[in-house]
């Protein structure tokens, strides 16, 4: 698949496209990204045995065609982003792993890449909806997903880790 783009004048010189989630370039976003989530759900630093512990405990090698894809948003051939889907049932796909490096925020690199999950969702994963969970503490993605149409619905997981789920038709 080559780059999805879709257009936020913020975004200017940002490009998505999927990358293997086995890629050491995957795992070093993916470690960034639970990183940041256990220090945020904890409110205390963490360390890499703890970081090691959650990667073998939320594996993330499902999200590669036919069940899933893995994007990865870059500038300048730099990572600063990704967003992974699986396919949850045969019209519903499940974005997860949402994560925007510190460096990359307030670029509009949130935004592109939730719009090109959602198009790898419609037009590769086939999908008529999509949906997601997130936590109470991260206000900044429960906003980001109000703001792209998705709305709250009644828990389809029983993550321990999820406060919130949301649902956005796609067709």
Same mark, same amino acid.
């Given at each position: ?36 989530? %256990? ?13 090691? !512990?959650?990667? #073998?405990?939320? *594996? ?43 460096? #990359? ?10 719009? !090109? #999950? ?5 037009? %590769?994963?086939?999908?008529?909806? %999509? ?9 900044? #993605? ?10 709250? %619905? ?5 993550? *321990? ?7 956005? *038709?796609?067709?």
């Amino acid at each position: 698949m080559g780059p999805v783009t879709t257009y936020d004048p913020r975004a200017a010189g940002w490009t998505v496209a999927a990358h293997p989630v086995s890629d050491p370039e995957s795992a070093t976003l993916l470690r960034r990204y639970y990183t940041e989530l %256990i220090v945020r759900y904890h409110g205390r630093p963490t360390d890499d045995d703890e970081v090691d !512990a959650v990667l #073998a405990q939320e *594996p993330s090698d499902d999200l590669t065609l036919p069940g899933g894809e893995f994007l990865v948003a870059r500038r300048g051939g730099v990572p600063g982003g990704c967003v992974g889907l699986r396919v949850l049932d045969r019209d519903t796909a499940e974005l997860t792993r949402m994560f925007v490096a510190g460096e #990359a925020r307030r670029q509009g690199v949130a935004r592109l890449l939730v719009g !090109a #999950a959602e198009t790898v969702a419609r037009d %590769i994963l086939r999908a008529r909806r %999509i949906r997601l969970d997130t936590r109470k503490d991260l206000v900044e #993605a429960r906003a980001l997903y109000a703001g792209h149409g998705y709305r709250e %619905i009644a828990a389809y997981n029983d993550s *321990p880790y999820a406060d919130h789920w949301f649902e956005k *038709p796609l067709r």
